[in-house]
């Protein structure tokens, strides 16, 4: 991967994969091939500045990738590189943790995510509606 300069990431059957944290740490450029995708970080990290993004049936033209990436100036290929090199330690698992780290970003996620977690919580107690009859 660290010779390629991009790295192919199908859609898969899980929202993400190692796929993507090992193209990512290795400098690869990926190009995401996913209609829909949910991306790690996203909330922090803008993807578009260093990923390339490409539907199903785009992918399925023949042909029509690998022109796509053959027409990508090496001077925005280079613009990409170096923002990728710039995030790629938020995908790197370190033991023990460091700050800034995959294993911190996860963290981050799930107390970013908390507050609406409880907030479904207590929705759904104060909501429901009980069962009276039962």
Same mark, same amino acid.
């Given at each position: 991967? @660290?010779?390629?300069?991009?790295?192919? +990431?199908?859609?898969? /059957?899980?929202?993400?994969?190692?796929r993507l944290f090992d193209a990512i740490v290795s400098h690869c450029v990926p190009v995401i091939v996913s209609s829909r995708i949910e991306l790690p970080f996203e909330d922090e990290i803008d993807y578009s500045e260093f990923s390339l993004f490409f539907s199903v049936e785009e992918v399925l033209r023949p042909d029509y990738l690998l022109n796509q990436l053959r027409q990508i100036?090496?001077?925005k290929w280079v613009e990409m590189w170096?923002?990728?090199k710039n995030v790629? @330690?938020?995908y790197d698992f370190q033991h023990p943790p460091r700050k800034g780290d995959a294993v911190n970003m996860i963290w981050r996620q799930v107390r970013h995510r908390l507050p609406a977690v409880n907030l479904a919580i +207590?929705?759904? @107690? @104060?909501?429901?509606?009980? /069962?009276?009859w039962g």
């Open positions: 991967m @660290r010779s390629s300069k991009f790295c192919l +990431h199908p859609a898969g /059957d899980t929202p993400s994969s190692c100036p090496k001077k170096s923002k990728l790629s @330690r938020y +207590h929705r759904n @107690r @104060r909501l429901k509606i009980p /069962d009276w």
